[in-house]
Structures are given as C-alpha cells and as structure tokens.
C-alpha cells in the first residue's frame, strides 16, 4: 500500500463548479501538508501548504487537513478552464522539501 | 519557471548508452533535486544536494549518480540506461530557512530510452 493515495481521476467538471481534490496517508508523523498544480508538459508549482490540521484559503482555494482521519483535500471554487490541470498532494515529516512524499495525481479538466 | 533550466527538453537514446541531463539555475538556491514522474508513482527523489559536493540519495537512487561542482548546476547521470529509466525527469530547487521552503520545479525533460 502507498503512503500517500490520490485519486487519479479524470475529474471533469463544468465551468463555475466546486471541484474537490482529496488525499489520504498512512503516515501520522507527516506534519506539513502542500498541493501542487502541473500544466500538461510543464512542472509542478506549488499552490498552497499547510502545517498540522486546519484549514487554509487563499482566494477561491481552499485546502483542509484532517490529521485525525489522515486526510486532505483541496477545494477550487468557481472553477475555470485555466484550473485544467494535474493536482499533486504532497506530505512531509518537517520542512525540508526534498523529504516530501507526493501522491500520483488526478488530472482535473474545466469545461467552458 | 523560477529561473530552472534543464537540458535537454526532450531525449531519444539506447540501451546501455550513458546519460547526462543538466539542470541549471539562477536563484542562487542552495538545495537541488531530482525526481523521476512516471504513471502510477507520482514524483519520486532520486538525488538531492544540499551544497556544492554534497549529494545524497533518493528514494530510486539505483542506476543515477549526481554530481554538483557549482551552486548554479546539477548534473544526473545514467551510467547505461535502460528501459525502465524511460520518463520524465524534473529537477528541483528550494532554499533553507525560507518560508515554507519552497521547491521550485523545472520545465522536465522527457527521456526515452530503446
């Protein structure tokens, strides 16, 4: 069993939905929580991180972690065709980066 | 692409061939890595350096080397590639103690070995 499982989706929506992203792990020492967005053929940027549990937005992204039930998940509200994207989850035990265990990713496409 | 990048982009070669993928930056950041994305693995660390000649290994270290010789350049190396080294290879930055310590990826470079 994979530390970190992501739906991979396609996940294909209609413009202006909710779309919800999520992630489960095994690992309850991870600490810090990120969720990356990559664009076909490019690499993954980072879009929002969170420490311990709680949630965290930031315009129409909302991220939530639930350490209790070893779970996450990232909201996009109001989705747009720009949003069509792969989203990646990732975890870490600290704040090195380069310890971070990434989910496999689910493909997500916003139809106008 | 914060300022990362990787050569070649794109890659054709054959069995048993050696390697070498580039990775240039200029963010001046003192942490570089390599990852490997394949279907079905997501982004797995092959190497990583903290510093000039100071590499470690990833999680799928076997078949790679690394080598660091500027703070500016990352170097990953296939001795003799195989098959299962087909994919696509990011190279990564980050600098300690910076907020969140941020990675930055670059653009891959998608290799495909006969």
């Known amino acids: 069993q994979k530390e970190v499982e992501q739906d991979p989706g396609p996940l294909s929506v209609p413009e202006g939905a909710i779309v919800s992203l999520n992630c489960t792990y095994s690992n309850s020492a991870f600490q810090y929580f990120m969720w990356y967005r990559q664009y076909s053929r490019k690499g993954p940027e980072l879009l929002m991180y969170t420490y311990s549990s709680g949630n965290k937005e930031d315009g129409r992204f909302t991220a939530q972690v639930d350490k209790s039930s070893k779970y996450i998940s990232l909201f996009i509200r109001d989705s747009q065709p720009s949003d069509s994207a792969t989203y990646l989850c990732?975890?870490?035990?600290?704040?090195?980066?380069?310890?971070?265990?990434f989910g496999d990713g689910t493909t997500l496409t916003v139809k106008p | 692409d914060a300022g990362i990048t990787q050569s070649p982009r794109h890659k054709v070669t054959e069995t048993g061939t050696p390697v070498t993928l580039r990775c240039h930056q200029t963010?001046?950041?003192?942490?570089m890595y390599w990852y490997r994305q394949d279907p079905g693995h997501g982004l797995r660390l092959i190497h990583y350096?903290?510093?000039?000649?100071?590499?470690d290994k990833g999680e799928v270290s076997d078949g790679y080397s690394v080598s660091r010789s500027k703070t500016e350049d990352f170097l990953l190396t296939l001795e003799s590639a195989t098959s299962s080294q087909t994919s696509v290879y990011f190279c990564?930055?980050?600098?300690?103690?910076?907020?969140?310590?941020?990675?930055?990826f670059g653009p891959g470079t998608r290799l495909l070995v006969l």
């Open positions: 963010e001046n950041h003192r942490y």
């Open positions: 990732a975890m870490s035990l600290d704040t090195n980066a380069g310890k971070s265990t």
């Open positions: 990564a930055i980050s600098e300690p103690g910076t907020p969140q310590e941020t990675q930055y």
């Open positions: 350096s903290y510093g000039v000649k100071d590499t």
